[in-house]
């Protein structure tokens, strides 16, 4: 300004009005404080719902890749590797699990899973999905509304029974499918969920359980229950007629190609999903599954080529699943590196299972259910009480709010004892589960097609319909 | 007439029609075959389970020809599916009693 004169009547004026303000009464002052406070307060519920949005939209993205990796993934996966007069069957041992664990899931089990109740099992508390509306549970994921949390946790409960299927392939009644797969979701899956991940569960890492067993997305939970399972059923229903004499190779390993991708890209929603958020963890069990499932084709394929003299696509596959197998318990835990290890020593690992101690005592695990996933989901769990870094996911933490040790690498040494507990236990509760399952339904409806089924195929016998309908051309 | 039926190898398809047309052959019936002489087959391996392939992909052509052209016909097969390695294929010739055409019950010769 030019004028002093002019800066200074303008100051002395400002004065004047400032001075006559503040002689004003106090519940001026109140007044403006509290629009402050309320602009504030807007501000943080604009923040949280920002943050809300962006969270519940990958988790409901994660949700769409775990159903995915259901169907199509799993079931073609699947589908190609049986023969061709039993893909339709085999495809809909899988795709059924989307509509029968489904509504069960909303009747009862969710509520057995997740529910409030004891160490072992949730209670009734939420059946009918009462009380799972778009309220978060904090206990569970603050920023995404439950019934987000609800619907991704059904996706691991479909896909779980499903790969069990892998172990009874062309050869089991369907209605006998059906009946065991309702009972072991709740005899077999609710519990192992609500044990590692339910509120008061005894394995449950991040809300105080007895045994603190890491597991992000599911190794105990979804691998080795089903994993193991599947063994038990192969046993129990007995090798399918003319095996192991009779070849039967995999009548199209291009679908099984396509799936297996699927499944890798699926592996997203099922590892990186488990943040329940979109934030920086949610990137650290991405990159973590995408560089394991890659170290294990190598894994695999590198055990093959030595061993048979050329590295097959089959194999190339197989390897890849098992990576993703062995990574999910570890996702959310470890570094890159740890995952490289992890997926290579899990592809060597499930190659010899598959090719070598499959062979050595002659059950008929048809599709390899237990090799891969309950040899590979037992060794991952393992490896994650070893490699698992607290810089990566502070987990465990003093009274004071301090950071501890995570795994074996770092110094704790007695998290080894807590994943041995979770897969003892997951082991136990699934030979147990699914042997007293399996009797139930032998008993009831009987297990097994007749011989003459089973040569005709179940396509024809289970469902009055064929994969490759034969045309003349016209 | 005669009846040629040639099981040669599948690459071996596209050279051999050539030939045939060249010595003027103008029909002929082509089968996707599965089977195997001396070859014997090959193994492969799914998830550590060796499989034997004995049953090898072929191809079967069956052509009727005039008595009088039959040499040339073996000669332009020999010719063009030869590799002599094993597995090459067969000919196989056979007398043919009457030949009828479907569509005005033609015979003969005439109908080939």
Not at chain 1, 410 to 418: D, F, K, M, P, R
Request: hydrophobic share 50%.
């Amino acid at each position: 300004m030019k004028n002093p004169v002019i800066v200074c009547l303008t100051v002395l004026m400002v004065c004047v009005f400032a001075i006559g303000a503040l002689a004003q009464t106090s519940s001026t002052t109140d007044a403006a404080n509290e629009a402050q406070a309320a602009r504030i307060a807007k501000l943080e519920q604009a923040v949280a719902d920002a943050k809300s949005s962006g969270d519940n939209a990958w988790m409901l993205t994660s949700s769409a890749l775990v159903l995915m990796m259901t169907g199509p993934g799993l079931i073609l996966f699947y589908g190609g590797l049986v023969r061709k007069k039993n893909v339709l069957s085999t495809m809909m041992q899988s795709f059924a699990m989307m509509a029968i664990v489904t509504l069960l899931w909303g009747l009862v089990s969710y509520s057995l899973a997740f529910g409030s109740g004891n160490s072992f099992i949730g209670g009734w508390h939420n059946v009918f999905l009462r009380g799972v509306g778009a309220q978060p549970d904090p206990d569970y994921a603050a920023t995404i509304p439950l019934q987000t949390f609800m619907v991704y946790q059904l996706m691991f409960a479909i896909i779980t029974p499903a790969l069990i299927s892998g172990a009874f392939a062309e050869r089991m009644k369907f209605s006998a499918m059906a009946v065991f797969m309702v009972l072991w979701s709740l005899v077999v899956y609710a519990p192992m969920a609500h044990m590692v991940w339910g509120k008061g569960g005894l394995l449950n890492a991040s809300l105080g359980g007895r045994f603190p067993c890491l597991d992000f997305a599911g190794g105990t939970v979804v691998h080795v229950t089903s994993g193991v399972s599947a063994l038990v059923c192969a046993l129990y229903l007995r090798p399918r007629i003319g095996y192991p004499k009779q070849s039967m190779p995999p009548h199209s390993v291009v679908l099984s190609f396509v799936g297996a991708c699927l499944l890798w890209v699926g592996w997203f929603g099922f590892n990186a999903g488990s943040a329940l958020g979109a934030g920086s963890l949610a990137t650290s069990a991405f990159v973590a599954t995408h560089f394991g499932a890659a170290a294990a084709t190598l894994g695999w394929s590198a055990a093959e080529w030595w061993k048979r003299g050329k590295p097959s696509a089959l194999g190339a596959i197989s390897g890849a699943v098992a990576g993703l197998v062995a990574i999910t318990p570890a996702a959310g835990f470890v570094s890159p590196m740890s995952s490289i290890a992890i997926g290579l020593a899990a592809g060597v690992f499930c190659f010899f299972m598959v090719t070598k101690v499959k062979a050595m005592f002659g059950y008929d695990d048809s599709l390899d259910a237990f090799g891969v996933h309950g040899a590979g989901g037992t060794l991952g769990a393992l490896l994650t009480g070893i490699f698992a870094s607290s810089a990566v996911n502070p987990i465990f933490k003093d009274a004071q709010g301090r950071m501890l040790a995570s795994g074996v690498m770092e110094g704790n040494a007695h998290q080894l004892i807590n994943q041995l507990a979770g897969i003892a236990i997951a082991w136990v509760l699934a030979i147990v589960g699914t042997v007293v399952i399996l009797k139930v339904v032998d008993v009831t409806i009987g297990l097994r097609v007749s011989e003459e089924q089973e040569m005709q195929g179940l396509d024809l016998s289970q469902h009055g319909e064929e994969g490759y309908y034969w045309e003349s051309a016209a | 007439m005669t009846k040629v039926e040639a099981i040669i190898q599948v690459s071996k398809l596209e050279a051999v029609k050539d030939a045939l047309h060249e010595v003027g052959v103008e029909g002929m019936t082509v089968f996707e075959a599965r089977g195997h002489g001396r070859q014997k087959g090959h193994t492969e391996f799914y998830r550590g389970r060796e499989y034997t392939v004995d049953l090898i992909p072929k191809v079967k052509l069956e052509i009727v020809v005039a008595d009088e052209m039959t040499e040339k016909v073996v000669g332009a097969i020999t010719t063009a599916a030869r590799t002599g390695k094993i597995g090459d294929g067969k000919i196989f010739l056979s007398h043919i009693d009457e030949a009828i055409r479907i569509r005005n019950d033609e015979r003969g010769e005439s109908v080939l």
